[in-house]
């Protein structure tokens, strides 16, 4: 289902769609057992709308535990929701194994932090591929074909001539190398939505603005509908066309990325970009999550605070601010650009 705003289908359409995407995990009977009688949960994450556009990238950020890899296992169905919908084209999706998941897998593919992780080491390139291309019916009928299909995927991540990539084991190859590798093998599916989950963070920083450049160049030829999580929100502004901020399981802010980088409105983004101080800098070596960046610590998210859960770190709280949840305010006059704060009430400017 296309919303009435979005451009030509093209460009725009909106592909993949989270509303109100909610994930408690249980905590374990052993450590439950020594906080307490009752019944807890992890809120990982809480309430989430978001929606991937054709030939965009939206980013995801936020710090370590903040719920965005949770976020992408949601959206990839490898997890069940607590509550909530992810629809594809506007159908409701909940797969379970089998047939239909395969079916979304195709559609719908992820990309993980660690390309060495997710490649078997004793199987190849070539095995990887094949087997990708097999498994979503992409390999042709011959094996010319198969060559072909083979090529292609190495020639679409820049590995070329495919001759020298094909049969090498992930340990002949950089991690840059790898990491293409495992975009090939997503590409594969033939998919219309990439989840790239920190998908340069493991890699060398000289290597990560190619393998950066590599996602744009798909989106844009390939049409893809991208969601791009990271810890570095200047990555984002260099790589994403539209980004959200996530804090303690919740959607802080999101806007054009241009945007809520260059004028963020919620204190907490603030303090993340005062984190990463070089607004030209794509390749954040420390992580957001890491020390004492942006003032003490994230909250529990077995008992997160009430209200807004930045309240306890935020310099601008106000009394309301521990008790109500603020709901998304429009900011300024930039169309979109939204932040869950109550700075932006209209009653709080004319009280
Ligand atoms: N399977 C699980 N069981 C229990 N708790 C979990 C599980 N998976 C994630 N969590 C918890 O949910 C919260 C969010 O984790 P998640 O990995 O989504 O965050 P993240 O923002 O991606 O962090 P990072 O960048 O470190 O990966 C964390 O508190 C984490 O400990």
Request: net charge positive; proline share 8%.
């Amino acid at each position: 289902m296309a919303s009435p705003t979005t451009d030509a289908p093209a460009a725009g359409e909106d592909v993949l769609e989270a509303v109100g995407l909610t994930k408690h995990f249980p905590v374990r009977r052993r450590l439950r057992g020594l906080l307490s009688r009752t019944r807890l949960t992890v809120h990982a994450v809480d309430d989430v709308d978001l929606t991937l556009r054709r030939g965009r990238v939206t980013a995801l950020v936020g710090e370590s535990g903040s719920g965005k890899s949770t976020v992408a296992r949601l959206l990839a169905q490898l997890q069940p929701l607590t509550a909530g919908t992810v629809r594809l084209h506007g159908t409701p999706v909940t797969v379970r194994g089998g047939r239909p998941f395969r079916a979304y897998v195709r559609r719908v593919q992820m990309i993980f932090q660690d390309p060495f992780a997710s490649l078997n080491p004793v199987h190849t390139v070539r095995y990887h591929l094949t087997r990708a291309l097999r498994v979503h019916g992409n390999a042709g009928r011959s094996s010319a074909d198969l060559e072909a299909a083979l090529a292609g995927l190495l020639d679409r991540v820049s590995l070329t001539p495919a001759e020298r990539y094909l049969d090498k084991f992930p340990h002949e190859l950089s991690g840059g190398q790898r990491q293409r590798v495992a975009i090939a093998r997503a590409l594969g599916a033939d998919p219309e939505v990439l989840l790239a989950d920190e998908p340069v963070s493991m890699l060398d920083v000289s290597i990560r603005l190619g393998v950066l450049n590599l996602l744009r160049d798909l989106k844009e030829r390939l049409r893809l509908a991208v969601l791009y999580i990271t810890h570095d929100i200047a990555s984002a502004r260099y790589f994403a066309d539209e980004t959200l901020v996530m804090y303690a399981g919740r959607l802080v802010e999101g806007g054009d990325s241009e945007t809520v980088t260059q004028h963020p409105a919620h204190p907490y983004t603030r303090l993340l970009i005062e984190s990463a101080p070089d607004p030209d800098r794509i390749t954040g070596a420390t992580r957001a999550g890491d020390g004492e960046r942006g003032g003490g610590e994230p909250p529990s998210l077995i008992r997160p605070p009430a209200g807004c859960r930045f309240h306890p770190r935020c310099p601008a709280a106000m009394p309301r601010c521990g008790t109500d949840l603020p709901p998304r305010l429009a900011v300024g006059d930039r169309p979109g650009h939204w932040a869950a704060c109550w700075l932006y009430d209209p009653a709080e400017a004319t009280s």
